[in-house]
Nanobody, 120 residues
């Protein structure tokens, strides 16, 4: 089970930290997002060894991390832009290779999402 929280409405250049409480950790976990009319796209992923990868559109503006003691996956989003407005989803079971380009239809485990809205 994956349960997201931390979304909200912020002004451009603001920050948010998204959280995902998980029951079981998988080799590769990550965050995806989906805007109305758009396909779900990978934002950031993290492997069990701590290696991380980011989509180009959030590189240098986001940090994915995991707290194994609290079974929680995080996504820190900084310098938010209006185009970051989307529903953000926690995902698990991405398999190998662990990267943001994983086709979302091949990912077995999803949370319900948390909305991020950025105003200009």
């Amino acid at each position: 089970q994956l349960v997201e929280s931390g979304g909200g409405s912020v002004e451009a250049a603001g920050s948010l930290r998204l959280s995902c409480k998980y029951t079981y950790r998988t080799y590769c976990m990550g965050w995806f997002r989906q805007s109305p009319g758009q396909e779900r796209e990978g934002v950031a992923v993290i492997q069990s060894d701590g290696s991380t990868r980011y989509a180009d559109f959030v590189k240098d503006r986001s940090t994915i991390s995991i707290d194994k003691g609290y079974n929680t996956l995080y996504l820190q989003l900084d310098n938010l832009k209006p185009e970051d407005t989307a529903m953000y989803y926690c995902a698990a079971g991405l398999g190998t290779p662990c990267h943001t380009g994983t086709q979302y239809t091949r990912i077995p485990f999803w949370g319900r999402g948390t909305q991020v809205t950025v105003s200009s």
